[in-house]
């Protein structure tokens, strides 16, 4: 006999996407389920939306987080397995089937994670990248799972009690799910992770949206987790590929200032202007499918910024790629879906960048320093080169190279919440030794007390 199912999501003005991801259940092949939807504090139509879809609609009584909204939405829940998705997902039609169908198949197995798939609902570039990215690493992850996953994760009720739940220290979307995967793997649950579970992502991130995330919700916290714990598996985000990749991102930010001071301002442009050309998907969009005023000043008048300090170094070479970016991005756009030219668009743009790097070099100096940033950019791109290859596989060369700044910034900033992170846990043990009050550390275990019903 298959155990019960409660599905739970927590909702906070989730109104917009709510809709999709409940008719996405309603698709289910499997229908023997309980939904609950937890309001946490809305002020749009998220319980009327519910309510239509005939859920059982909780509410928070003030806004207090989605671990909390979790938490409750697990004390009501009558099933043996609870299955938590976020709000701005939508499950496959056999979702439901795979989860009892992997939890009757292994006993010893106490939670279990899915992946985002490979086609978000945001077209745009920095959702694609960003879902793609979690998609390759979740992908790429070893089936004996470290962590757990609340936007599709699934957990034995009598575990999740045991846990109890979710720690309700984190007021807004945070890691509260790792957190409580690092407790299972502690008290050494089984958890793992199926590539064959996946969901559709309906968010829409904008790059401050991504860089806050990364950083407050995410990098920093994690860090204080990890030093917490004493625990960082060689997986996921925190593999030993991606530490050195931090590492040495930030060598070559360093290296890259002292040839700045050694050399002049003069010796930035380069680099500054194939940072430029890299980007040109993402420019391409911003600047051609929307056509925002603003977003236009700033290209153009980054553009223009760049190729005249060109000029004035008498970088003759280099303005000449910079002149020509903004009609081959206006063809690429215009016929990079045309079957019959869309390999010649291709090439065109390889041999332009290949073209626009020889120029770049050609004005830098004969400089051992500038030797050591090229070897590490490369080892960089050498390590990361399943993921580059993928994204070229998936979305074309011109996506890739608009991905790898935004990589290289992702390895840049997550090297910062490392640092930041350190530093609290380390002032806040300080506080604590002495007997004084410390509002920003984290207990060792939960403030939620779960009731089995």
Sequence with gaps: MQDSITVIIPAFNAERHLGQCLEALRQSEDQEFELIVVDDGSEDRTR???????????????????????????EQASGAILFFIDSDVCVKPDSISKVKARFNYDPEMSALIGSYDMAPKSQDFISQYRNLMHCFVHQHGSEQAWTFWSGCGAIRKEVFIEMSGFSEDYGRPAIEDIELGYRLVRAGRKIVLDHSLLVTHLKRWTFWGLVKTDIMDRGIPWTELILRDRFMPNDLNVMVSQRVSVALVFLVVILTAAMAIMHGFYILIPPLAILFLML???????????????????????????AVLAYTYRMFWLMVPLLLSPGLLFIRHRYATVGSI??????????????????????????????????????????????????????GIAFMLAAIPFHLLYHFYNGISFIVGSARHYWNAVLEEGDLPASASKPDAPTAELKSK
């Design 280 to 306: 040109g998907r993402w420019w391409s969009e911003m600047g051609i499918e929307k056509r925002p005023i603003g977003v236009l000043l700033v290209l153009n008048g980054t553009l223009v910024l760049i």
């Design 342 to 395: 869309r390999k010649l668009v291709r090439w065109v743009g390889v041999l332009y960048m290949l073209a626009s790097l020889a120029a770049a070099a050609y004005y830098l100096p004969a400089h051992h320093l500038i030797f050591a940033i090229f070897i590490i950019l490369a080892v960089i791109g050498g390590m990361n080169s399943n993921f580059y290859v993928f994204l070229a596989g998936k979305r």
């Design 48 to 74: 009327e939306v519910a309510a239509q879809y005939g859920a059982k609609v909780l509410a928070s009584e003030a806004r207090s987080g989605p671990a909390s909204a979790r938490n409750l939405g697990a």
